[in-house]
C-alpha cells in the first residue's frame, strides 16, 4: 500500500437544503455530473468479526488481527454489468466466514477488503479506515532509549484499543433517517449534530445511497459528540430575495440560493474538507480505493474516512469517522514521536512545545504508561 497526500473533496456533489430532527441535521448531496459507472450495495453479517490485517510492525512473524463487530460489508461492483457482479459479490460475502466460536457466533474474515468477484471488490466500511488509523505507529519506538517503558519496547501498542459508539445510541438518529425525504438525485449526505460534522457518506449512484441511506445507524461516532445530539439543532428556512415576476425569476433565485447552501455547508465541513493522509489500498479499472485521515493538528477536529474516486477525480464512494477529542490528540503525538525517531525532546521541538508540556500531552490522554519513571523524575528536579 502507499502513502501519499491529498485532499478531500466533493467533486461532482453539490449540497441541498438541510433538513433537521430534533438535534440531528442531515445535508443532501447530489450529483452535478454523470454517476460514475460503479455500483454499492450492502451485504449483512451481524456478528463479532476477526478480520487478518498486515503483520504486526514490531514481530512480522506474527499476524496482526482486527477485532469488531461488523454489521455490514459493502460490495463494490464496476463494468457493464455491474448489477449482476454486486448479486455475485453478496453471496462471496455471506459464504467467506469461517466460524471461530460457534457458541458466540465469532467469524473470521480473510482480508479488510478483498475481490469479491471478477469485477467487485468486498470491503467493511468504517472498519477499512479504523483499523487504518489504529495501525499507524502500532509497533512503537524503533530505537530501545531510556526515556521508554520495558511494555512499550517489548510490545508496542498491542493491543490498540479505541472507543466509540454505534449510532444506535445517539438520539433520534433512526427517527430522523426514517422520517428525512430522500431528495431527487441524492447520492450522498452530510450529518451534523447542529453546526458540528459527525460523518459523511456517498454511494455512486441515487439506487445506490437509497438502498443504503438507513446504514447510518450502523455507523461509528466518538461518544463525547453523540452526547450533543440530544438538543434540538435550530432550524434555517430558505429566503427568495426581491420580487420574482416569472417562473425564470423563480429558478434563477432558487439557484442562488443554492448555491448559498451549497457554499455554507462546504465551509462548516471544512474540517473534512482539507488536505489528509491518504493509503491506496486497491486500484481497478478506471477507480482506486483510499484510506485517509485528515492532516493532524494538536487542536481541532480530525476526519479517517475511507473514498473511491474516479481517474477525473469525481467522487464515486465516501464514509467517514469523526475522531474524538482525545483520539486526535493521541494521534497527534504519536505523529510527533515518529517523526522525530521517538526522541521525546525532538518530538517536543518539532510540536512547538516544552518537553513537560509534550510529556503532559503524552500523560493527558493516557500514554503515560509509555514513559519511563526517570523521565518523570528528570523532569521534577528541573
Not at 452535478?32 to 450495495?41: D, E, N, Q, S, V
Not at 454489521?71 to 448479486?87: I, K, M, Q, R, T
Not at 525532538?346 to 519511563?372: E, I, S, Y
Request: glycine fraction near 6%; charge should be positive.
Amino acid at each position: 500500500m502507499s502513502r501519499h497526500r491529498t485532499r478531500v473533496t466533493l467533486q461532482g456533489l453539490e449540497a441541498r437544503g438541510a433538513q433537521v430532527w430534533r438535534g440531528v441535521r442531515l445535508v443532501p448531496l447530489v450529483r452535478t455530473t454523470a454517476p460514475p459507472k460503479l455500483r454499492l450495495a450492502r451485504a449483512d453479517v451481524h456478528a463479532p468479526t476477526i478480520t487478518t490485517v498486515d503483520p504486526h510492525p514490531s514481530h512480522p512473524s506474527r499476524s496482526e488481527h482486527y477485532l469488531a463487530v461488523i454489521p455490514h460489508a459493502y460490495v463494490l461492483a464496476w463494468g457493464d454489468d455491474a448489477e449482476a457482479e454486486l448479486s455475485l459479490g453478496g453471496r462471496f460475502t455471506r459464504d467467506e466466514g469461517r466460524v471461530v466460536n460457534r457458541e458466540h457466533n465469532v467469524q473470521m474474515r480473510l482480508r479488510m477488503v478483498r475481490r469479491a468477484s471478477e469485477r467487485s471488490l468486498r470491503f467493511l466500511p468504517q472498519h477499512l479506515a479504523i483499523e487504518g488509523l489504529l495501525a499507524l505507529y502500532f509497533g512503537g519506538p524503533s530505537i530501545a532509549t531510556h526515556d521508554w517503558s520495558e511494555r512499550v519496547l517489548r510490545a508496542g501498542f498491542d493491543p490498540r484499543v479505541e472507543r466509540a459508539l454505534s449510532g444506535r445510541a445517539m438520539p433520534d438518529l433512526a427517527d430522523a433517517l426514517r422520517v428525512f425525504e430522500i431528495v431527487e438525485g441524492q447520492c450522498g449526505m452530510l450529518l451534523f449534530s447542529h453546526d458540528t460534522l459527525l460523518g459523511a457518506f456517498v454511494a455512486p449512484t441515487a439506487d445506490d445511497y437509497r438502498a443504503c441511506h438507513d446504514d447510518l445507524v450502523y455507523d461509528l461516532f466518538p461518544a463525547e459528540i453523540a452526547a450533543c445530539a440530544r438538543y434540538d439543532a435550530p432550524v434555517f428556512h430558505a429566503r427568495i430575495e426581491g420580487s420574482p415576476r416569472t417562473l425564470g425569476d423563480v429558478r434563477r433565485a432558487l439557484d442562488d440560493e443554492r448555491g448559498r447552501w451549497d457554499a455554507f455547508y462546504r465551509d462548516v465541513a471544512r474540517d473534512l474538507l482539507r488536505e489528509a493522509d491518504a493509503e491506496t489500498v486497491w486500484r481497478a479499472e478506471g477507480f482506486t480505493l483510499e484510506r485517509f485521515l485528515t492532516h493532524l493538528r494538536r487542536k481541532g477536529e480530525h476526519h479517517a474516512g475511507e473514498r473511491v474516486t474516479t481517474r477525473d477525480g469525481t467522487l464515486a464512494y465516501l464514509k467517514t469517522y469523526r475522531l474524538s477529542t482525545a483520539q486526535g490528540r493521541r494521534v497527534w503525538a504519536l505523529d510527533a514521536l515518529a517523526r522525530a525517531d521517538w526522541n521525546l525532546a525532538r518530538a517536543a521541538t518539532l510540536a512547538k512545545l516544552t518537553l513537560p508540556q509534550f510529556v503532559d500531552d503524552l500523560c493527558r490522554v493516557g500514554f503515560a504508561w509509555m514513559l519511563h519513571p526517570r523521565v518523570f523524575e528528570a523532569l521534577r528536579r528541573r
